[in-house]
């Protein structure tokens, strides 16, 4: 069975910083898919933060440039979110996507708060 698994949330302060993670299991592909990461805020529609290709060529959110940074390791089936300068309004349920795929990780909280 095909899984993505997030790791990595939790609560930290305003202008600290998170690494995000998502493990995709049970597949061979992981290293030919374009991958992101999205977010959904309560109340909010879920919206994307970024995404990285095959060839790692890498799209962010305009909120989030210069702050966060995704890669990923082929080797591993893993993709990346490293967060620096965090927000209150970066507050939300991360989500890994395998793009153009009906294909979610369950999400990892991020809350950001002092």
């Known amino acids: 069975q095909v899984q993505l698994v997030e790791s990595g949330g939790g609560l930290v302060q305003p202008g600290g910083s998170l690494t995000l993670s998502c493990a995709a299991s049970g597949r061979t592909s992981f290293s030919i898919n374009t991958m992101g990461w999205y977010r959904q805020a309560p109340g909010k529609e879920r919206e994307m933060v970024a995404t990285?290709?095959?060839?790692?060529?890498?799209n962010y959110a305009d909120s989030v440039k210069g702050r966060f940074t995704i890669s990923r390791d082929n080797v591993k089936n893993t993709v990346y979110l490293q967060m620096n300068s965090l927000k209150p309004e970066n507050t939300a349920v991360y989500y890994c996507?395998?793009?153009?795929?009906?294909?979610w990780g369950q999400g990892t909280q991020v809350t950001v708060s002092s």
């Open positions: 996507n395998e793009i153009g795929t009906s294909l």
């Open positions: 990285i290709t095959r060839g790692r060529r890498t």
